[in-house]
């Protein structure tokens, strides 16, 4: 049980890694297209108690908005 659990957690951690890592090369404005996709999602899924369909559409919704806020202002 113990190893089972470590592995779990080695494997979470190379996983995040590796998620940090893939945004290195992102622009602001699409790093806030991801993070409004991710937390949209985490919301789309609260609110409908694990429905897919509520998390997919808070995913899209959240990602829109993040693209808008991280817009450049000129």
Known sequence: MKSTRRLGGIALTVTCLLTL?????MSQQDKSTAVGA???????AVLTGGG????VGGAAVGGVIGHEV???RK
């Open 52 to 55: 897919a369909l509520g998390t």
């Open 38 to 44: 991710g937390v949209g999602a985490v919301g789309g």
């Open 70 to 72: 991280g817009k450049d």
């Open 21 to 25: 890592g893939a945004c290195a090369g």
